[in-house]
C-alpha cells in the first residue's frame, strides 16, 4: 500500500540558507501535518493543510512556510536556517478533518551546520 | 486540558520477555487512540487505532487495549525482541486536535 513520501531524506543546509522539504500524502488524502522533533524531544506540531487551506498553526517560526497543492502535496520552506533547526521533520496525511487513516512519512533528517 | 500521559518513560527488558506499556488520558471529547512505534530517526508507525467501542485490538505481538470509561490505555508486547527497541507513542484525537504522549522508550536487551 502506498504511503506518505518524503523527500529528501537526509538534508544538510548551512546557518543562514534555505531548505524546501517535501510531502507526498497517501492517495486521495486531503490533510498534511508537519511536525518538527529535536533530538530525544517530543514532536512538535508545526502546521496543517486541509484541501489546500491552511486549518491549524502550531509552533512553526516565521522563517518557516508551507503550502499545500493542487495535488495535496505539500512542501515546507525554511529559510534563514539555524542550528536550532537541525532536527527530523514529518509530515502525516489523513482523509478529511477526522484523521480518518492518519499515517506518518518516515521523515526527513535536517542538519544544519 | 488534554493531556496524554505515558508511563514508564523508559523500560529495559531481556529479549523474548513481555512488557506493558500505559498510556493515560484526559482529552474530551475523544475519536481515537493510536499507538506508533518511532525507531530513531525516523517517522512513526502505527501498530493500533482503536475507537471509543473498541477494548481490545492485536498487531501481531503487540495487543493494545482501550478503557474509555478510565481513560486508559496499554500496548502489551509478548516475546520481546531486539528489533522491538524503540519509542513507543501514544496519540489520541479529539475533536479537532492530535496530542502525542512523551513515548516510553524501550530497550530490549540480548
Known amino acids: 500500500a502506498a504511503g506518505v513520501i518524503q523527500s529528501p531524506r537526509h538534508l544538510i543546509k548551512e546557518k543562514r540558507e534555505t531548505a524546501t522539504l517535501k510531502c507526498y500524502p497517501i492517495p486521495r488524502h486531503d490533510t498534511v501535518y508537519w511536525y518538527q522533533q529535536g533530538p530525544g524531544q517530543d514532536p512538535q506540531f508545526l502546521i496543517s493543510?486541509?484541501?489546500?487551506?491552511?486549518?491549524d498553526k502550531g509552533s512553526i517560526p516565521d522563517r518557516f512556510s508551507a503550502q499545500q497543492f493542487s495535488d495535496y502535496h505539500s512542501e515546507l520552506n525554511m529559510s534563514s536556517l539555524e542550528l536550532g533547526d537541525s532536527a527530523l521533520y514529518f509530515c502525516?496525511?489523513?482523509?478529511?478533518?477526522?484523521?480518518?487513516?492518519?499515517?506518518f512519512g518516515s521523515g526527513t533528517r535536517l542538519t544544519v551546520v | 486540558k488534554n493531556q496524554v500521559e505515558q508511563s514508564p518513560q523508559s523500560l529495559i527488558i531481556l529479549e523474548g520477555k513481555n512488557c506493558t506499556l500505559q498510556c493515560n488520558y484526559t482529552v474530551s471529547p475523544f475519536s481515537n487512540l493510536r499507538w506508533y512505534k518511532q525507531d530513531t530517526g525516523r517517522g512513526p508507525v502505527s501498530l493500533t487505532i482503536?475507537?471509543?467501542?473498541?477494548n481490545t485490538k492485536s498487531n501481531g505481538r503487540y495487543t493494545a487495549t482501550l478503557d474509555a470509561d478510565t481513560k486508559q490505555s496499554s500496548l502489551h508486547i509478548t516475546a520481546s525482541q531486539l528489533s522491538d527497541s524503540a519509542s513507543y507513542i501514544c496519540?489520541?484525537?479529539?475533536?479537532?486536535?492530535?496530542?502525542f504522549g512523551k513515548g516510553t522508550r524501550l530497550h530490549i536487551l540480548p
Open positions: 493543510f486541509y484541501e489546500k487551506m491552511q486549518s
Open positions: 502525516a496525511s489523513s482523509l478529511g478533518r477526522t484523521r480518518h487513516g492518519y499515517t
Open positions: 496519540v489520541v484525537t479529539g475533536d479537532d486536535k492530535i496530542i
Open positions: 482503536m475507537t471509543f467501542s473498541e
